[in-house]
């Protein structure tokens, strides 16, 4: 069994879903501490985040990730126990196999074997560690980020171990992501009996043509990294449950995926312009996932591209799809950012997997990314 299968199939035993640990930092930072790491624990609330790092030169290059994983789902549907690694047909199946604790098995070994051949590398090598990325993350890298911010603690490259990948290992990289605006619209009204609608108000009445507008608006036309910005309304609830009762009220909630064309205050006043048009009283709460970030070149982008050509022969695709990841919390700082990981066609499913040759290419890719820029 290979180093790399050997320390992912440890991981997939820990229970950690979010936002627990359940030792998997311990784990790691007991592995990379033998080979000079310094180990650092920035906790907050019930979020265990790491920060391990080599050296006090620049460049420092970070190797990102999460060791909390979703929940499992329904146990019957799995075909192993989603905690116990099992391997069948070339492929480990457990939870987090592919997100992401099978890009952590990857850059741990990768990093020892780097270190092991170049104990002089340039540079600092550190590695980014939370537990709350798959929840709210409000208490993981967003935090551990202000801390280094603080002491002038700057990341020069920043690579993301996520599921990037498409059908095989480094075909596809994230070299951006969009940012995400969710909303909770709340539209009031007057309660009262459907039979006299002349003495209520039906806020769901009022709103239908605002949501009209609101999902035909063209907020822009994308650019060369990014397809146009998107709304898309996630829940409207409203009413009492009874059918003949006029509701008071009408909650909705709307997530805007927007790109660099625009930002977060041209939304919300854009939003509220139309809203306003229509008349009715309402109120309106947001909350900023993360703002759009790109790294459309630079060393970090060359890097990567040279290791994906020299260890899989072939050259990768730069994308920004995707929802949003750990990144967009690292970019503001201007650190160049790049996401590479396992494919991510079983993240987040029952019978999460990846295959066994997959993991060891991607370590190899990792190791080769170090190279490239450290050696």
Not at 20 to 44: H, I
Not at 205 to 225: I, M, Q, R, S, Y
Not at 285 to 300: K, Y
């Amino acid at each position: 069994m290979s180093e790399t299968l050997a320390l992912l199939e440890d991981l997939i035993r820990r229970v950690s879903v979010t936002p627990n640990d359940a030792g998997c930092q311990d784990l790691l930072a007991a592995r990379l501490s033998k080979l000079g790491f310094n180990d650092e624990r920035l906790n907050f609330a019930d979020t265990q985040n790491l920060w391990l790092r080599r050296g006090q030169q620049t460049p420092l290059f970070v190797f990102l990730g999460h060791t909390d994983v979703v929940p499992t789902g329904p146990l019957a549907a799995w075909q192993s126990p989603p905690f116990e690694p099992t391997i069948r047909d070339g492929k480990l199946y457990g939870r987090g196999a592919a997100d992401m604790k099978g890009g952590i098995a990857a850059f741990i070994t990768a990093v020892e074997r780097f270190v092991a051949r170049h104990p002089e590398h340039k540079g600092s090598i550190a590695v980014m560690m939370t537990s709350d990325e798959e929840g709210i993350a409000t208490n993981g890298v967003v935090k551990v980020v202000e801390v280094l911010e603080q002491r002038n603690e700057k990341i020069d490259w920043c690579l993301v171990g996520e599921p990037s990948s498409d059908k095989q290992i480094g075909d596809v990289i994230r070299v951006g992501r969009r940012g995400s605006l969710n909303a909770k619209l709340t539209v009031h009204g007057i309660q009262g009996h459907v039979a006299y609608p002349e003495l209520g108000e039906n806020p769901i009445h009022t709103f239908a043509p605002a949501l009209k507008e609101l999902t035909e608006e063209v907020w822009d036309n994308g650019n060369a990294f990014f397809p146009p910005t998107r709304l898309q309304v996630s829940n409207i609830n409203g009413g009492t449950g009874a059918e003949n009762i006029i509701p008071g009220q009408v909650e909705v909630q709307f997530n805007l995926r927007f790109c660099t064309e625009l930002d977060e205050a041209t939304i919300k006043a854009r939003t509220n312009a139309i809203l306003d048009r229509h008349g009715f009283k309402y109120g309106i709460e947001w909350r900023l996932s993360g703002n759009p970030f790109l790294t459309s070149q630079g060393e970090l982008v060359e890097a990567t591209h040279g290791a994906i050509k020299t260890i899989c022969g072939f050259d990768t695709k730069d994308d920004t799809g995707g929802g949003t990841s750990d990144g967009r919390f690292i970019a503001p700082t201007g650190a160049q950012v790049v996401e590479l990981g396992p494919v991510n066609a079983s993240i987040h499913k029952v019978n999460e997997h990846i295959g066994l040759d997959e993991l060891e290419t991607l370590s190899h890719v990792y190791e080769q990314i170090l190279i490239n820029l450290l050696a």
